[in-house]
């Protein structure tokens, strides 16, 4: 396990049988036959009606299970602390990176997509928070957000994403150890100051996979385990100023990361060393990001220049079609290394510290890889699979909103920019 590895997401990958060229139309054509389909069956909103679901475990048990994972949670982010401080300063001995950007980021996405925010059901950063809140309660010093919507959250986002991708010593556990220490004292102050929920709002991770959990077929309601159709519960998810920024910025990274990995990236960024290849990294990652954005602030002008719509407010009625792109980028961009490195993590809970430990047996294990073939195929998939979702999504919300006479045609422009998002994913995925 290298630094390169845990700090970008694309490793070796099989061959795909067909050309790159034909894997681009292919899915094109994929997303406008779902387009039409949609267009000819789907006439009314689905997504809500089913939003609720139904109860999977007979038995409330989420409170419970939520206890124990919080309580193992706190555990685990105190060691990674300590590790960061105190722990061998070498990223390949030390449990603090590959629990960071593996467990925790690439995790959060990947486990969120599929079976709900577990995140935020075992989160340290939250219990921290909800302990700096009951302490500075009587105090009178908790007041909830004035108009803050969840930029701070696309601001910490923006400044992980540069120590994960840019930053010349991101992945070193000393550097690692002051972030985190850093975050930790600004995420209490918050809470003295605004309350826990605003934490929860704001703390960038935190605020990523709850909406990326939204989407998933399992979700937990009032201490219950409860399953609805996937997508659904994105007819009802929050959206508050900074909201679509935060999922653009995820997007953007991402994308980053896969250009930097590309052959094009290499030759661009080669060329430079330390904290001049850093600057140069990062202002391609805020390129990236704004690139992403404008395509779909077109999407949005179209809507709004087709119905007559508040930009604002188609803003945010289509910011959760983003939400299946963020986690189908992430799948075809980390699932490799999330498989890969999930098991160094576990072989790092023997020896947290780099000290020659093997408290659980196994320290010294070997990674197993999965065939580079089927890496790819779930590449491919997860990408279309992604878009596909933010095609339904947008449907959804435009049967929802406008008359039928208009909906179809305001979603043309959507439909456009999702043939762009995916024809720039699959690229950056087919170069690398």
Known sequence: MSPAVIAHGLGARGDLPLPRDLFVWGISLALLISFLAMAVLWKQPLLDRSADGRRLIPVPVGAGLGLIGRALALVLYAVCLWAGWNGANQINNNILPVTLYVTVWVGGHLIGGLLGDVWGAINPVDTVARGAEAVVRPLGLTEDEQGWGQWPAVVGMIVFLFYELSHPTGAAPRTLGLLLTVHLILIM???????????????????LFALIGAMAPIYGADGEVRGRPPLTGLARVPVMGGTGALLLTAIGGTSFDGFSEST???????????????????????????AVTTLFVLGVWWTVRVTGMAFRAAWRAFTPSLIPIVFGYAVAHYFQLFADNIQAFVFRLSDPFGRGWDLFGGADGLIWQIDPDVVAWIQVAAMLAGHVGAVAVAHDRAVELF??????????????????????GLWLLLTA
């Open 403 to 424: 008359p039928p006479a208009v909906s179809l045609r305001s979603q043309f422009g959507m439909l456009a920019v999702m043939v762009a998002y995916s024809s720039l």
């Open 264 to 290: 094009t990236g290499r030759d661009l960024f080669d060329s430079y060393l330390g904290w001049e290849l850093a600057w140069f990294e990062l202002a391609g990652l805020l390129i990236s990001i704004l």
């Open 189 to 207: 102050v918050a809470a003295m100051m605004w309350g826990a929920a605003w934490v929860r709002r704001n703390d960038p991770f935190t605020a």
